[in-house]
């Protein structure tokens, strides 16, 4: 099956510096979204993305989907504590779903 | 706005029990799903249903059983539980498998 690489795993930075997580896959997919899940909860929808080269903001939130339909980055700017959880990324195919194994954030004030 | 609801929260078994995870949408969405997430492994695929009376086997379901008798519930079935089912469990839905789905807050089970 395809691989699905998420990096970083975990990330400790301090509020207000900028975030920077990605994600790349082994085959070409047609549609990208990326998720965050708060402690005890279940992820929620930040940004989907649909077309090779698109670049959708949220926010303080800014996704790509890269060119080549292998990759998409997640962009967090002047980062705040409420910013803290896990970020997946999430690759819909057919009717199967994968998930990265997610970029855990913590966020010192 | 119930959204998707999964019931119990917390669950403690035995090895060899078995349970029905209940999970409900009012969204009349088609496409509902469960998943499994372990510690450093994201989210995996059990079983999926992409309407009702519609089941199909995600990346792991070895140990589990769905049926999907009406659109609005999906419940998940461990026939006789191991420790290795030993995880958190998430229901999903969606308009259909390319659109972003919506997720309850889980069900936390531990087999002893």
């Known amino acids: 099956g395809q691989q699905l690489n998420q990096s970083p795993q975990s990330m400790f930075i301090q509020e207000g510096e900028d975030v920077s997580m990605n994600c790349t896959s082994s085959s070409i997919f047609n549609t990208w979204l990326w998720y965050k899940q708060d402690p005890g909860e279940g992820p929620v929808l930040l940004i989907a993305l649909y077309k090779a080269g698109e670049l959708t903001s949220n926010g303080r939130l800014t996704a790509q989907f890269g060119i080549t339909r292998k990759d998409s980055f997640l962009n967090i700017s002047a980062s705040i504590p409420s910013d803290v959880g896990i970020y997946f990324c999430?690759?819909?195919?057919?009717?199967?779903?994968?998930f990265g194994a997610g970029t855990r954030l913590t966020v010192k004030p | 706005n119930a959204g998707v609801t999964q019931t119990p929260k917390f669950q403690v078994l035995k090895t060899g029990q078995s349970m029905t995870l209940q999970c409900a949408q009012d969204?009349?969405?088609?496409?509902m799903s469960w998943y499994r997430q372990d510690p450093g492994m994201g989210l995996r695929l059990i079983h999926y249903s992409v309407g009702a009376g519609i089941t199909d086997q995600g990346e792991v379901p070895n140990g589990y059983n769905v049926s999907r008798s009406t659109t609005e519930d999906f419940p998940l079935r461990l026939l006789s539980a191991a420790p290795s089912q030993t995880s958190v469990y998430f229901c999903?839905?969606?308009?259909?498998?390319?659109?972003?789905?919506?997720f309850g807050d889980g069900t936390r089970l531990s087999i002893l």
């Open positions: 969204m009349n969405h088609e496409y």
């Open positions: 999430a690759l819909p195919n057919n009717n199967d779903m994968r």
């Open positions: 999903a839905s969606s308009r259909g498998i390319n659109q972003p789905q919506h």
